[in-house]
């Protein structure tokens, strides 16, 4: 369960942090162009900052489908466990 819930931490701050990001770089790409970029993201252009945190949030998602499907099989296999204790008794 700990995996779960590490992945399901991580998850959530690849999407916050990534989209926090993609944000930034179309904030920056539309109000000052290409020409301040480097000062933000150090050498990369906004295009390669925009590809990047769309990365990374594609990779936050998967993390979370995951991590969602773990907890789902963890509470199938407790509920499975519990009727076979019960079953027995």
Known sequence: MIFTKLGLAIAWLLVVL??????????IAYTT?????PEYFGSKTVGEVIDQGALYLLIGVTVGIVAEISRSVGVKAELRKQVLENESR
């Open 33 to 37: 162009g290409q020409a301040t970029a």
């Open 18 to 27: 990534s989209g926090l990001r993609l944000v930034l770089a179309f904030a």
